[in-house]
């Protein structure tokens, strides 16, 4: 575990959702959750409709979900509440910060994220989340044969995404080198792809295998 995990002061949110970061050092996520399960991890849950729907569908599995945006993480710890259920908890942070600090090496089993933010410009292109910084810190933390799933709607931004994670020797596009995936039937549909549906974008999803041997950042 990083040394340094400066999260968890979730005071908007339900504190049985929330993560105590003592505990986390302390106990890692088997004692957070109360139970060894392979981890799922989204980062930019939104709304969190994901997060809740995946948690559902794999009550064996324990899923963490990062996101800066206060609101939804409000809505998102109402909701669990409300529903009863218990395999998910809640990071506020930066997604590259938390995966440094709040996850050992080889410790996500399935990582996802969904329609991050497209910073169309190419002076705020530095900004995207998704780049080859975020490649060398995933083939990190996540096991080998753990999977990646991203979804865009943003042409540029999932060429980029493509021919960041083709290029990367410790990952191997499920699709086919040079592909995208354009359905997966057994997706949940996440609120701003819903929206984007809607409006007749091309939606384009990817994901990867991080390969069985090496790692390290
Ligand atoms: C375009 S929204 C997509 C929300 C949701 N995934 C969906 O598909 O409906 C992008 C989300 O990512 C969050 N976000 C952006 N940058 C982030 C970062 N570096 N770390 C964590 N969350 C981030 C934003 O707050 C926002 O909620």
Redesign the pocket.
């Known amino acids: 575990m990083g040394s340094r995990v400066r999260t968890g002061t979730l005071i908007e949110v339900d504190p049985r959702f929330g993560v105590d970061p003592d505990r986390l050092r302390a106990e890692g996520w088997t004692g957070v959750f109360g139970r060894p399960a392979p981890l799922e991890v989204e980062?930019?849950?939104?709304?969190g409709?994901?997060l809740i729907e995946m948690a559902r569908r794999r009550p064996e599995h324990n899923f963490v979900g990062?996101?800066?945006?206060g609101r939804?993480i409000e809505k998102l710890g109402k909701r669990l509440a409300h529903e009863g259920i218990g395999n998910v908890r809640i990071v506020k942070?930066?997604?590259?910060e938390v995966l440094a600090d709040c996850f050992p090496r080889g410790a996500i089993h399935t990582f996802h994220c969904?329609?991050?933010?497209p910073w169309p410009k190419v002076r705020h292109h530095k900004r995207r989340?998704v780049g080859p910084a975020l490649a060398v810190r995933l083939f990190d933390r996540v096991r080998p044969g753990g999977d990646l799933f991203f979804?865009t709607d943003f042409d540029c931004y999932a060429y980029q995404m493509r021919d960041t994670f083709d290029a990367h020797p410790g990952f191997v596009n499920r699709a086919g080198s040079g592909e995208f995936l354009y359905r997966m039937p057994d997706r949940i549909v996440?609120?701003?792809?819903a929206k984007f549906a809607a409006r007749g974008a091309t939606i384009r999803y990817l994901w990867y295998r991080r390969t069985e041997g090496g790692g390290g950042a």
Request: zero cysteines; a negative charge.
């Open positions: 980062v930019g849950f939104g709304n409709i994901s990062v996101e800066l945006y939804g942070g930066e997604g590259m969904n329609f991050p933010d989340f979804a996440t609120k701003y792809e």
